[in-house]
């Protein structure tokens, strides 16, 4: 049941055999999507990271308040390995802020 006394709909319950990751696995997932990033976020002239727009939370809250958003919608029709890589994003970019905003 769901706090509104509904039944969860798929994406929510496990699939059977399905094992939980553990927390070595979540980090080292975290570090591979934040090398992703890395890799596919805006960098300058020079192919460096444009490190200075990041240099405050506001671009970082923009971003996970979309991605949060976009998770949310996916809440109900979603398979699990579709929701748990938009969390993964997700952590990713709160990590990315935690480094980049002094």
């Given at each position: 049941?769901?706090?509104?006394?509904?039944?969860?709909?798929?994406?929510?319950?496990?699939?059977?055999?399905?094992?939980?990751?553990?927390?070595?696995?979540?980090?080292a997932a975290i570090d591979?999507?934040?090398?992703?990033?890395?890799?596919?976020?805006?960098?300058?002239?020079?192919?460096?990271?444009?490190?200075?727009?990041?240099?405050?939370?506001?671009?970082?809250?923009?971003?996970?308040?979309?991605?949060?958003?976009?998770?949310?919608?996916?809440?109900?029709?979603?398979?699990?390995?579709?929701?748990?890589?938009?969390?993964?994003?997700?952590?990713?970019?709160?990590?990315?802020?935690?480094?980049?905003?002094?």
């Open positions: 049941m769901d706090e509104e006394g509904g039944r969860l709909r798929r994406g929510h319950a496990p699939a059977e055999g399905q094992v939980k990751m553990t927390r070595p696995d979540i980090y591979r999507e934040r090398e992703r990033q890395d890799a596919t976020w805006p960098h300058d002239v020079a192919g460096n990271p444009q490190r200075a727009q990041y240099q405050f939370y506001a671009p970082h809250l923009l971003l996970l308040e979309k991605k949060t958003a976009r998770l949310r919608a996916l809440w109900y029709d979603a398979d699990r390995e579709r929701l748990r890589g938009e969390l993964l994003k997700i952590a990713a970019i709160a990590v990315r802020a935690m480094e980049e905003v002094p």
